[in-house]
């Protein structure tokens, strides 16, 4: 198993404005956790998050745009069980994560203990999965810090750093209890 940072969804938290002046800030990080062959519940991961999608183009983009919309804007697909039935373009598989969960951590935090961190939830939500319990875990509580404009910079900061690497971790193998 492993856990990947997805850069795009890493975030000065919380995002509301009013909100962060009453709790202030965080780095929220998002972590997208994986099975591997072998691990246990892989073969079910697998069949079900091993999708056949069309690669994002400008070309997919005209596509989507071309279809009809429903009363409240939002596209109608051709056919609700094959949602890419008709797309001219080109396809791809991809294998999408089993969970996706995000993180605070503080805007001094070392990639090391982002990684440590994310490694823990992944254990946990995999040993979950593999039970096909609800694999969904809880973060700690974040205890409320004074918002101030320097720690506002530091968060931004930290963020930036993140979405410039490319952060993964594989985990050891752990089994099913």
Not at 78 to 105: A, S, T
Request: proline share 8%.
């Amino acid at each position: 198993m492993y856990v990947k940072i997805e850069p795009s969804g890493c975030l000065v938290a919380p995002e509301n404005q009013g909100k962060r002046e009453q709790v202030g800030c965080w780095v929220g990080v998002m972590c997208r956790f994986y099975l591997d062959p072998g691990d246990p519940g892989y073969d079910d991961y697998y069949t079900t998050h091993y999708v056949w999608i069309p690669k994002i183009t400008a070309e997919y983009d005209q596509w989507v745009r071309s279809l009809p919309k429903d009363e409240n804007g939002v596209t109608i697909m051709p056919n609700p069980n094959d949602p890419y039935e008709g797309y001219p373009g080109e396809m791809m598989w991809q294998l999408n994560p089993f969970h996706n969960h995000r993180i605070y951590v503080e805007p001094d935090a070392q990639d090391k203990d982002i990684l440590d961190m994310a490694q823990g939830l992944l254990k946990l939500s995999a040993e979950k999965y593999a039970k096909k319990e609800d694999h969904r875990v809880a973060n700690k509580p974040l205890m409320p810090v004074a918002f101030t404009a320097k720690r506002l910079s530091d968060c931004e900061a930290k963020v930036a750093d993140i979405k410039s690497k490319q952060l993964e971790r594989k985990a050891s193998k752990t089994k099913a209890k």
